[in-house]
T-cell receptor
Framework: KQEVTQIPAALSVPEGENLVLNCSFT??????LQWFRQDPGKGLTSLLL?????REQTSGRLNASLDKSSGRSTLYIAASQPGDSATYLC??????????FGAGTTVTVRA | DTGVSQNPRHKITKRGQNVTFRCDPI?????LYWYRQTLGQGPEFLTY????????KSRLLSDRFSAERPKGSFSTLEIQRTEQGDSAMYLC??????????FGPGTRLTVL
């Protein structure tokens, strides 16, 4: 069974600092990996999707890397802003359909 | 807006009552997924459809739960004889075959 772990569970940083969020998974046989953002009481917004053949993906201030052999992904958010405060979820797709999620990292960016 | 929509957004019910949620996927997506999320946890897979066929059900989906997608478009998730442990956010997602999943806003269920 695929296990996904996100460390730390919570993170608080001053505005302007770069954020580094970690995700690890136990089975390297994945189709892809997605990073999501979730605001309190809301649904999930997809941030980045990395295919299993890719090493990284970038969108604006966000950059995600994937090391499938070691079962790790890292999400970097440059120059954090208070609007980046949210929970960030990592999900791997171990099969052709379902996603397996970590419990998330809750980020607070202090103004 | 052509994203995934879910109704209702919030549902409060008493233990033992039946509830039904609806999900409208992105129109050209042939796959539809249901997940459940409890407080402080990531979403957990419940079931998924390819067109109108339900292809996989998690062991989390007890026999009190039933999901349908009658014409391969919208889907409903029904919970019979609700229990307090059913309180959670129920999330729906859709995707083209095998690609990125897009999530709806969720239905928050509270069972009193």
């Amino acid at each position: 069974k695929q296990e996904v772990t996100q460390i730390p569970a919570a993170l608080s940083v001053p505005e302007g600092e770069n954020l580094v969020l970690n995700c690890s998974f136990t089975d390297s046989a994945i189709y892809n990996l997605q990073w999501f953002r979730q605001d309190p009481g809301k649904g999930l917004t997809s941030l980045l999707l990395i295919q299993s053949s890719q090493r990284e993906q970038t969108s604006g201030r966000l950059n995600a890397s994937l090391d499938k052999s070691s079962g790790r992904s890292t999400l970097y958010i440059a120059a954090s802003q208070p609007g980046d405060s949210a929970t960030y979820l990592c999900a791997v797709r171990p099969s052709d359909y379902k996603l397996s999620f970590g419990a998330g990292t809750t980020v607070t960016v202090r103004a | 807006d052509t994203g995934v929509s879910q109704n209702p957004r919030h549902k409060i019910t008493k233990r033992g009552q039946n509830v039904t949620f609806r999900c409208d996927p992105i129109s050209e997506h042939n796959r539809l997924y249901w997940y459940r999320q409890t407080l402080g946890q990531g979403p957990e897979f419940l079931t998924y459809f390819q067109n109108e066929a339900q292809l996989e059900k998690s062991r989390l989906l007890s026999d009190r739960f039933s999901a349908e997608r009658p014409k391969g478009s919208f889907s409903t998730l029904e919970i019979q004889r609700t229990e307090q442990g059913d309180s959670a956010m129920y999330l729906c997602a859709s995707s083209p075959l095998g690609y990125e999943q897009f999530f709806g806003p969720g239905t928050r269920l509270t069972v009193l």
